[in-house]
């Protein structure tokens, strides 16, 4: 069992900067593909970004490519989202999330924090 606990969230205005966080414990964090995902009102939940066991390769959803940055700590046992050049369309709650397989896919992974809430003023 993981526990995902997502922190860093807020208001913001268009073109500002956000650094989201999660810290796991409970588990091997180093044995997860970690994930951020998003989902806003009324919309499913979207891929984000995720990044490998390793942290030599990162993903990324096409409309935060360029944008948004992930990284991880294995020894910390977190995972980063720093998010720049934010506009009103990436409000949303936002969550990290474990996996087991190197897939975008949110039906491949298995351990989800409880989110955070990102929301970008025009």
């Known amino acids: 069992q993981v526990l995902l606990t997502e922190s860093g969230g807020g208001l913001v205005q268009a073109g500002g900067s956000l650094r989201l966080s999660c810290a796991a414990s409970g588990g091997t964090f180093s044995r997860y593909v970690m994930g951020w995902f998003r989902q806003a009102p009324g919309k499913e939940r979207e891929f984000v970004a995720r990044i490998t066991v390793s942290a030599g390769v990162t993903y990324y959803g096409g409309s935060v490519k360029g944008r948004f940055t992930i990284s991880r700590d294995n020894a910390m046992n977190t995972v980063n989202l720093q998010m720049n050049s934010l506009h009103p369309e990436d409000t949303a709650v936002y969550y990290c999330?474990?996996?087991?397989?190197?897939?975008?896919?949110?039906?491949?992974?298995?351990?989800w924090g409880q989110g955070t809430q990102v929301t970008v003023s025009s």
């Open positions: 999330a474990a996996s087991t397989h190197g897939s975008s896919d949110v039906n491949s992974y298995t351990y």
